[in-house]
């Protein structure tokens, strides 16, 4: 009885060793099989084609599936971010510049934050034309204020 017992508790010794050494062959396997594939950070582009220049009439529009206002003026085409640098909300036009309905936040038309609890002024954006003439903005490139795509004239 105690022989048997004894090659019992054996038998479950190598079968515990077995299942170790298999889990442990394939935790390395999975860990190495992962490093093949690459840290990818999947996010939406950051240029956005926003339409033809003829959307954007003299003043501001605002395009809310970008937060952004195209911005134009004799400068030529600016986009302004609409996400207040306070929490995140979205400003709106008035007549000074712009204001966040969240905490009361009031940005100038350049964007500067005036007085709220915005710590940063408003965002521009770099915008350009694609080969087909339609705006582009980059939400990836951040600009000075003063910074505008030259409206190209008709014909030219
Ligand atoms: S989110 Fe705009 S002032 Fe707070």
Do not use: Q
């Given at each position: 009885?105690?022989?048997?017992?004894?090659?019992?508790?054996?038998?479950?010794?190598?079968?515990?060793?077995?299942?170790?050494?298999?889990?442990?062959?394939?935790?390395?396997?999975?860990?190495?099989?992962?490093?093949?594939?690459?840290?990818?950070?999947y996010e939406p582009p950051q240029r956005?084609?926003?339409?033809?220049?003829?959307?954007?009439?003299?003043?501001?529009?605002?395009?809310?599936?970008?937060?952004?206002?195209?911005?134009?003026?004799?400068?030529?085409?600016?986009?302004?971010?609409?996400?207040?640098?306070?929490?995140?909300?979205?400003?709106?036009?008035?007549?000074?510049?712009?204001?966040?309905?969240?905490?009361?936040?009031?940005?100038a038309a350049d964007g500067a934050n005036?007085?709220?609890?915005?710590?940063?002024?408003?965002?521009?954006?770099?915008?350009?034309?694609?080969?087909?003439?339609?705006?582009?903005?980059?939400l990836g490139k951040e600009v000075a204020?003063?910074?505008?795509?030259?409206?190209?004239?008709?014909?030219?």
């Open positions: 009885m105690s022989e048997e017992r004894e090659v019992s508790r054996r038998r479950l010794f190598r079968w515990g060793a077995a299942a170790a050494a298999i889990g442990g062959v394939v935790g390395h396997a999975a860990a190495w099989t992962r490093a093949l594939v690459p840290n990818v950070r956005r084609t926003l339409g033809p220049l003829d959307r954007f009439p003299k003043g501001r529009t605002f395009l809310s599936d970008e937060k952004l206002f195209i911005v134009r003026d004799k400068l030529g085409l600016r986009a302004l971010s609409a996400v207040c640098s306070h929490l995140g909300c979205t400003v709106g036009p008035s007549k000074a510049g712009y204001h966040c309905p969240c905490h009361g936040s009031r940005f005036l007085d709220g609890p915005a710590p940063r002024p408003l965002v521009w954006y770099a915008l350009s034309i694609a080969g087909s003439g339609a705006l582009v903005v980059d204020a003063e910074v505008a795509l030259e409206i190209p004239r008709r014909g030219a």
